[in-house]
């Protein structure tokens, strides 16, 4: 008999086969004992585990004394050659890997998904069936364990579920969509909180041209959701619904699932030593199932070395991605905020910006309803609390979790601890070595051990070490030795009983070696408030010309003092960055200076981005701008961090007015980028300080700033509330004004806009210098009667707009008024002239940057190009139109006009019930955002696209409620449409 004949199994009720007869397991213990043996197969249990599943987390006295009997009673039931061995912690059982059904299952299941990684579907077919042919009911279904019934059943489950999951995609790839709809039904009655069945559902139900059964199991996903859960469909089910609305032609395709596998892992560090016995038991933990992992340790011990490599040992067995974030706990840069973290993880999982919440409580749920059925791993470094780090935890199994902190991070956490200490002698020597190369480590043995002694064995000394040695000309490390045993050089620097001292000295000669202008350099780079810094920040701060920054930041990097991360970008350790702030301190720098040379630098090169991207907000002198668009927008999405930092920096310990500055020379920007969570963050803490200033314009200025991110957040009541909160005087008035304008307008509050932009159209008589003010009111009143249907004086205010904004260097305001132009010469049957309007308005937000705009823009090209008879052309911009609000980020305004533009062309094409489909999504975002005419235009296109459709009882309803709505509203042109269409149909007029 060989041992693989043996046949263990724990997928359904536990079985013991033993050259091939079956072994009965009687006595329940002894089969909880075999269960929690086999699950850690090949490894010692140890004895503490095992009594905790066999008699739960109270034990009886004399559990360590009755366990090893019941093993006992297990070897003498296996019979010979034994299984079980004792081991000096606990008990293993040594297995063959095709004894047990649950490796064969996990290694058909990873041979499967690399068959379907290699567009081999049949053949991933046949292996996925395979390996879900080992499970022969629930796991472990005859072993009475609450404990892993608790722990270790879940997560088999999930398991099964993820590989049937993956079954089904390939199954879809290959075309069998009728025969995945049975299961997808019984699989999501029995887990209807598991979205992607219903995905896979709604998408099968589609391509077998079921579509209102698609749209049918979408309604059931909600309400389940809802009733369980009280959260709406994740963004990825709500895109899967929004494609099968649309007639999306992606939903053809072979892919059923659009999640994008995340990586943001590090790249693992170089010349990585020690640390075997703990790399081996949290790997193993993390690849036998979904854990949560704490490891500590003194500063510069390498934890944060030790996280990226634990990542990438195990990133195959997380294969939807690997999120990282520096929360910053022990920086002296802030603290990441928790929904700092959540909308970078969210956007990093694809999330539309939009579609990220500013509330915390809200980012949690989201991020947690995101990653719910994946396998993610999420690696928190540098965490400086259990509260930090609390709302950043999934919310069931599946993901795993590694926490680094100086900190031992306990309850109520359920997590394994692991400790790092300093790194053995030889494992110190041994990092040395390996830089230092074979002929320095034979002929200096002996310096080099007392080396790595001098530097406590610390990792990042040791480092910092390798940097001076390195980099000297002649590689004695006797004569540096020398140096570092001369003890720390600084003695005012130095703390009673600090456990960074060998660090210290490490620093300590790093820094006596350098010249004077680089130690310069490093002392002041300490004081950066962000996470990261350039050249040219540098070269701020240290009033240095550019190329000399760029020249020192070199030297620093070869000495080990700052980290290159990038073409242009550095950072410094958490204990650099403190050594570097002290030494500023100690020799005497004038810190406020140089932080205001630094904070001065990014508002003069944010005022000139902002006046190159959004010149009708221009701050400043005018003059000819030194940067282009493109740089202009490189340089902001590099120091937008920084930004944000130094904006909260200043808001908290001045110069005050310095916040807001910030606030206002990038409002353009944040504003149509989507870093929405980020940018409240610095505007309410901006706020803060124009009210402790008691600067009554910079406040008023910071709530039109919040309303304008609630307006792009698609919020207009939210919107609403802080104009209203706002007293505006002085320069904000016309700010205030022309954003209550557009806010009043999209709220179908005709008066009140008509009041905002009368008041600016009065303002621009005494603002004269600010041409841009007359520009805006002429293009609010222009939309206002646009909207009304009065299209002569629609047209007049425009044309007037249009000319002045083209000699007024106000490129974002030149298109708007050339777009709303062009929508009036659609509504004229002036289709080619309002093409050309169109294009040229969607051309200048593509040079500036702007986004939401350009997305509404295309959606009224459409619709202009489709009633001048482009159906192709039509439907490839109404597509691209909502490509473009959905993956940049939109307001639900902006996307409800996209849906009824889509909805248009699908009629024009001859597909009423799709384009009754659309117009449907566009009523319900309308709605959502009580975006009055946005809904009476969507009745509208219903009452046309359900007569076609062979509706006509329910075109008659939406004619009616159309002409209601847009009678009481004020949508002249709409009523007039209703009252045509009732008459079409042969109804009378109310």
């Not at 929690?36 to 490894?43: D, H, K, S, V």
Request: hydrophobic share 45%; proline share 5%.
């Amino acid at each position: 008999m060989t041992r693989s004949q043996d046949e263990f199994g724990v997928l359904g009720p536990l079985v013991v086969r033993r050259d091939g007869r079956l072994v009965p397991i009687t006595a329940a213990k002894h089969r909880i004992v075999l269960a929690t043996l086999l699950l850690g197969a090949n490894r010692s249990v140890p004895a503490s585990d095992l009594i905790r599943r066999v008699w739960g987390e109270v034990t009886p006295d004399r559990a360590a004394q009755t366990l090893p009997v019941y093993v006992m009673r297990l070897r003498r039931a296996l019979g010979d050659p034994p299984l079980i061995h004792t081991t000096p912690t606990g008990y293993r059982i040594d297995l063959p890997r095709d004894a047990l059904d649950l490796h064969r299952f996990a290694d058909l299941a990873e041979r499967g998904a690399a068959l379907a990684a290699a567009q081999d579907f049949e053949g991933s077919r046949g292996v996925y069936e395979q390996a879900l042919g080992h499970w022969r009911g629930s796991a472990l279904a005859d072993v009475p364990s609450e404990s892993l019934h608790e722990t270790e059943v879940p997560n088999l489950t999930e398991q099964r579920l993820r590989v049937t999951s993956e079954l089904i995609d390939v199954k879809l790839r290959l075309g069998r969509c009728d025969e995945v709809i049975a299961d997808l039904r019984r699989l999501t009655a029995q887990h209807p909180l598991r979205e992607r069945f219903w995905s896979q559902l709604m998408v099968a139900l589609y391509r077998v041209d079921r579509q209102a059964d698609a749209l049918d199991a979408y309604r059931q996903a909600s309400t389940a959701l809802a009733r369980e859960l009280g959260v709406d469909p994740s963004d990825r089910l709500r895109a899967v619904h929004h494609a099968i609305l649309t007639g999306d032609p992606s939903l053809n395709q072979p892919a059923a699932d659009a999640w994008a596998p995340v990586s943001q892992l590090p790249a693992p560090v170089g010349n990585f030593v020690g640390r075997a016995a703990e790399l081996a038991r949290v790997t193993a933990l993390l690849t036998r199932a979904a854990a949560t992992v704490v490891v500590c340790g003194p500063p510069g011990v390498g934890k944060t070395a030790f996280a990226t490599a634990v990542g990438h040992a195990v990133r195959d067995r997380y294969p939807d991605g690997q999120l990282y974030v520096n929360l910053r706990g022990h920086s002296t840069s802030p603290p990441l905020t928790t929904s700092a973290v959540l909308a970078r993880f969210l956007r990093a999982m694809g999330v539309r910006a939009d579609h990220i919440p500013v509330d915390e409580e809200d980012l949690v749920r989201g991020y947690r309803a995101r990653l719910r059925g994946r396998r993610v791993l999420i690696t928190l470094d540098n965490a400086a609390s259990v509260e930090q780090v609390l709302p950043l935890l999934p919310g069931e199994p599946g993901c795993s979790v590694v926490i680094t902190s100086r900190n031992e991070l306990r309850k109520p956490l359920r997590a394994t601890l692991v400790r790092l200490d300093v790194l053995r002698g030889d494992e110190a020597w041994k990092l040395l070595a390996r830089s230092l190369g074979p002929e320095a480590a034979v002929a200096q043995f002996d310096a080099i051990a007392e080396l790595a002694t001098l530097c406590g064995y610390l990792p990042l000394a040791l480092r910092i070490a390798l940097g001076n040695l390195i980099g000297s000309a002649h590689l004695d490390i006797e004569s540096y030795v020398e140096e570092l045993r001369g003890g720390d050089r600084l003695a005012a620097l130095a703390v009673d009983n600090d456990d960074t001292a060998a660090i210290r000295r490490a620093f300590d000669l790093s820094y006596a070696a350098l010249p004077a202008d680089a130690a310069r350099l490093f002392r002041l780079v300490g004081l950066v408030p962000g996470p990261d810094f350039s050249a040219a920040g540098a070269a701020a701060l240290s009033d240095a010309p550019m190329g000399e920054a760029a020249r020192l930041l070199g030297e620093l990097a070869s000495a080990h003092l700052v980290q290159r991360v990038g073409a242009d970008r550095f950072v410094l350790h958490d204990l650099l960055h403190d050594y570097a702030a002290d030494r500023a301190r100690f020799e005497g720098e004038d810190l406020a200076a140089a932080r205001r040379r630094l904070f001065d630098w990014y508002l003069r090169t944010a005022v000139e981005v902002g006046n190159v991207l959004y010149p009708e907000l221009r701050r400043g002198p005018s003059g000819p701008p030194t940067m282009t668009a493109d740089a202009a927008r490189a340089w902001l999405t590099a120091e937008r961090p920084s930004v944000l930092a130094a904006t909260e920096h200043c808001a908290e310990h001045g110069p005050l007015p310095l916040s807001w500055q910030l606030i206002d020379a990038v409002s353009g920007y944040f504003g149509s980028h989507g870093h929405h969570v980020e940018f409240v963050h610095a505007i309410t803490a901006a706020l803060g300080a124009a009210r402790k200033a008691g600067d009554h314009d910079a406040e008023t200025s910071m709530l039109v700033w919040l309303a304008a991110e609630h307006r792009n957040l698609g919020d207009l009541r939210g919107a609403q509330r802080f104009l209203r909160e706002a007293s505006p005087s002085g320069r904000t008035l016309w700010l205030h004004a022309g954003l209550d304008g557009v806010v009043n307008l999209e709220l179908g509050d005709f008066a009140a806009a008509r009041t905002s932009f009368t008041r600016l159209m009065d303002l621009s008589a005494v603002l004269p210098d600010i041409p841009h003010v007359r520009i805006a009111a002429l293009a609010g009143l222009g939309a206002l009667h646009l909207m009304q249907g009065d299209l002569g004086p629609a047209v007049s205010y425009l044309t007037e707009g249009l000319e002045l904004a083209r000699t007024a260097d106000g490129e974002n305001l030149e298109a708007a008024c050339a777009a709303l132009l062009g929508r009036c010469d659609t509504a004229r049957g002036e289709y080619d002239r309002a093409v050309s309007l169109l294009r040229h308005a969607l051309a200048n937000w593509y040079r500036t940057g702007v986004r939401h705009a350009r997305a509404e823009g295309m959606a009224h090209l459409a619709t202009a190009l489709c009633l001048a008879g482009e159906h192709a052309e039509a439907l490839r911009t109404a597509q691209r139109a909502l490509a473009l609000v959905q993956e940049l980020g939109g307001s639900t305004r902006i996307e409800s006009e996209v849906h009824n533009a889509l909805g248009l062309v699908l009629l024009h094409l001859g597909k009423p019930g799709r384009a009754v489909a659309a117009h449907l999504r566009a009523l319900e975002l309308a709605s959502a955002c009580d975006y009055r005419y946005g809904v009476a235009r969507s009745h509208i296109h219903l009452v046309r696209a359900m007569a076609h459709d062979g509706r006509r009882a329910d075109a008659l309803r939406h004619a009616r409620i159309g002409l209601e709505l847009s009678v009481v509203g004020g949508f002249g042109a709409f009523a007039n449409t209703a009252e045509t269409l009732l008459e079409e149909l042969g109804a009378p007029l109310p």
